[in-house]
């Protein structure tokens, strides 16, 4: 540990968060309970500003970046991706003892640099990504065990494994080049789940099945598949027909997304030929059948749909 970060864990320096949404609220929050002083919360709007400073009892709200109290050692910018370099440029231009402060920002897409104006002006940067969603109704204790990306220059990560270690999370230390594929994977991880979920809706919607029956219908197997996937791995949670080789029933499937769905023909091939590999790697699937089963999926994507099931 650099003695710089030695001095953070010894008295926990005083806190700006700056963007008072999702991220800014739980973050706020988790640092309060854990012996942060959150000194002000700066955002767009002075409402919100003004909430989340009353819950976390912070002394100054605004609007206005160069509210930054000049005691502030430790700057939390919780604004979007989009905003993050206007955000740093116009906070680069408040006066403020900045060789004493470290800033980081929340984004999981964008590396540290992007706060490059501050650097400029002496301040350590990092990027500091928890790998949760939240929003600003979450409890703070989603952040329980919750992994952060830090990424930075060394002594700014010191300083983000601190911040991670005291709000009773893990870390990942990143390099600026891994980050886009790190977010790629904490994206697919999320988003897709969702949107698969929203697909297995449209189709039981195809069926008469209200959303809000089929979410019920469907809830125990989807919970029981991550329940799976979290004491073992996607080899052993793997199911279903793909890794029994079942032919005729994946043909059927096929059939029924042709005439009903078939704008998802691609991506129902695409995932079915990695469910194919992961089959195979869990010596589930043997090799012959595997071919068998390519071929077929490689039919599925290759057949032209007939204008009948298009229409
Ligand atoms: N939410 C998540 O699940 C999650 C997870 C991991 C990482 N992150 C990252 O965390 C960051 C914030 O995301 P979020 O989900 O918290 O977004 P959000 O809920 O939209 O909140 C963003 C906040 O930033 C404020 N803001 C916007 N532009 C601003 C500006 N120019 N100056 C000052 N404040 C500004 C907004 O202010 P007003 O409300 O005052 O208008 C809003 O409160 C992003 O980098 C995101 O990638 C989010």
């Known amino acids: 540990m650099t003695a710089y970060a030695a001095a953070f864990n010894s008295t926990r320096p005083g806190v700006t968060v700056i ?3 999702a991220m800014g609220c739980v973050l706020a929050a988790r640092m309060r309970e854990r012996g942060y002083s959150v000194q002000a919360v700066l955002s767009r709007s002075r409402e919100t500003a003004e909430a989340l400073a009353q819950a976390v009892e912070a002394r100054v709200h605004s609007e206005k970046l160069h509210h930054l109290p000049p005691e502030t050692r430790l700057v939390a910018c919780c604004v979007p991706d989009g905003a993050l370099a206007e955000v740093a440029l116009r906070l680069s231009r408040v006066s403020h003892p900045w060789e004493k402060t470290v800033v980081f920002h929340t984004s999981g897409a964008l590396p540290a640099d992007v706060l490059q104006p501050l650097a400029e002006e002496g301040a350590r940067i990092f990027s500091f990504h928890p790998l949760q969603t939240l929003t ?10 919750v992994y952060a990306g830090v990424e930075g220059t060394p002594p700014a990560v010191a300083v983000g494994i601190e911040l991670a270690v005291n709000l ?27 949107t698969l979920q929203a697909l297995v809706q449209n189709i039981m919607l195809s069926l008469n099945i209200d959303r809000a029956t089929a979410q019920e219908v469907m809830a125990p197997l989807v919970r029981g598949t991550l329940d799976n996937l979290s004491t073992s791995t996607p080899e052993d949670a793997l199911t279903g027909p793909i890794a029994r080789g079942d032919l005729e029933t994946v043909h059927r499937h096929g059939l029924a997304l042709r005439q009903h769905f078939p704008h998802l ?5 695409a995932l079915a030929l990695e469910t194919v590999t992961l ?11 595997a071919e068998e089963m390519v ?10 749909i007939p204008a009948s099931f298009a229409e």
């Open 19 to 21: 963007g008072a949404g």
């Open 279 to 289: 089959a195979v790697r869990s010596s589930q699937l043997g090799a012959e059948r």
């Open 136 to 145: 600003t109704e979450s409890e703070s204790s989603v952040l329980d065990g």
């Open 168 to 194: 009773g999370m893990r870390y990942l230390v990143l390099s600026a080049e891994d980050k886009p594929r790190y977010h790629l994977a904490a994206s697919m991880a999320s988003n897709f789940l969702v």
């Open 265 to 269: 023909v691609p991506a129902y091939a």
């Open 295 to 304: 071929t077929l999926l490689n039919k599925l994507v290759t057949t032209p």
